[in-house]
């Protein structure tokens, strides 16, 4: 395995740019995830690196080796474009036989790696059956064990669970992460599915409109948006966004909302007068009698464990509070509202971009960051 290195990657269809100044590194044995809404560049970076599109400039490194305009059949890396794409006239074993006959390989080196790969994926059973009667979940194991036996550097996988429904998506989901720490294989993924990409990826790059807004563990992406857009793609429900205007000097630990004070963690930066939003996740909204932020409870939806409430604030903003299921409110009830001063983001309204504060320091941030190298630490030993 290896890792994969792409440097001011950059690719124009005519005067279209579908891929800006990409910049970033999948670390040996790392699952990244490029994640994004459709059209922002995502399949297009993903073929730059597998070399089935040529960067218009920017380089792709696979190791130490410069790939960037080597063939794509000359780059040792396995690209699953649909996990579904079998050969309806081959049994399951042929189908994974099929990358290890083109290339010549020994009959009995065949057998060993094909055996091999279906003993990892759990369907040594199925290997002399026809593809054409298996679920979808099974396709989808076959489909990954003819990426597997090639024994590639790297797999590039787009928008592998995407034809699936979505219960079925969730258990594929664990089982493509279980195989990739079973294998350790540098592994990058293209999904837009956020849910996908926070339960499967060690890194997620956030793309929109080709360009990277934020890379980063889960964690931090979640915990500590770069911009308005990561923040409102990342989580469900989504942030809620306070618009104020205010000019606002560096270490202040309050922000003027209409007529109530809200705490914030202190500012790292002075800000001229402008249009700011104050950004604050549905689980760090609590009701508070003594609150002057005060709103009018718009409807409850149950969850079971917890329920969401929608409010909407004198100032005419909507927001969602994810409280206790059995907190006492009902549509029409006035409410004050607290919110975890050390859990708001302030963002700039103009540019979306995040403001910089002492949010910064958050432990979880760098838990975050330091959890893929546990995880690649602990693999090693267990290795
Ligand atoms: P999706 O999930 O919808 O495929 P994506 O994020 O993977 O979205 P890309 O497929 O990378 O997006 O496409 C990015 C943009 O580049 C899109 O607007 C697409 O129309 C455009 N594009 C992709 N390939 C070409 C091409 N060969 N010629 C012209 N435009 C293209």
Redesign the pocket.
């Known amino acids: 395995m290896a890792q994969i290195r792409v440097q001011h990657l950059h690719?124009a269809?005519?005067a279209?740019t579908?891929?800006q100044d990409s910049t970033f590194t999948v670390r040996d044995g790392e699952f990244f995830c490029l994640l994004?809404?459709?059209?922002?560049?995502?399949?297009?970076?993903?073929?730059m690196i597998a070399g089935l599109?040529l960067p218009t400039s920017g380089q792709v490194f696979l190791g130490d080796e410069d790939v960037s305009f080597k063939r794509a059949s000359a780059r040792d890396i396995a690209f699953c474009f649909q996990m579904f794409a079998l050969y309806p006239h081959m049994n399951v074993r042929q189908n994974i036989a099929f990358p290890l006959v083109s290339q010549g390989l020994p009959k009995a080196e065949i057998n060993r790696r094909v055996n091999e790969a279906a003993t990892t994926l759990r369907i040594t059973g199925l290997l002399g059956s026809s593809v054409s009667g298996l679920s979808s979940g099974d396709r989808q194991r076959v489909a990954l064990g003819r990426a597997i036996v090639r024994q590639p550097m790297a797999f590039l996988m787009?928008?592998p669970l995407g034809a699936l429904d979505a219960e079925f998506r969730e258990v594929m989901c664990n089982e493509l992460r279980a195989l990739h720490d079973r294998l350790q294989a540098t592994t990058v993924v293209?999904t837009?599915d956020q849910t996908e990409a926070m339960s499967m990826a060690d890194t997620i790059a956030i793309?929109n409109r080709?360009v990277i807004e934020q890379l980063g563990a889960p964690m931090e992406v979640y915990e500590r948006p770069a911009s308005v857009f990561v923040a409102d793609f990342i989580g469900s429900p989504a942030m809620n966004f306070l618009p104020f205007e205010a000019a606002l000097s560096r270490g202040c630990e309050t922000v003027q909302i209409g007529l109530a004070r809200v705490a914030v963690p202190a500012l790292r930066q002075d800000v001229p007068q402008s249009a700011l939003l104050c950004g604050v996740r549905p689980e760090h909204v609590h009701f508070a009698d003594d609150s002057a932020l005060r709103a009018e409870v718009l409807g409850t939806e149950y969850l079971g464990t917890s329920q969401i409430v929608t409010v909407a604030t004198a100032l005419g903003t909507t927001l969602r509070a994810k409280v206790d299921a059995d907190s006492p409110v009902a549509r029409g009830d006035h409410v004050g509202l607290r919110f975890d001063a050390s859990a708001v983001s302030l963002f700039d309204h103009a540019s979306g971009r995040v403001l910089q504060t002492a949010r910064d320091d958050h432990p979880l941030a760098a838990w975050g960051r330091a959890a893929f190298d546990r995880r690649t630490e602990a693999g090693a030993r267990h290795g």
Do not use: Y
């Not at 994004?36 to 073929?47: M, V």
């Open positions: 690719k269809f005519a279209f579908a891929v994004g809404p459709s059209g922002c560049g995502k399949t297009t970076t993903l073929r599109e787009d928008e293209v837009h793309m080709g």
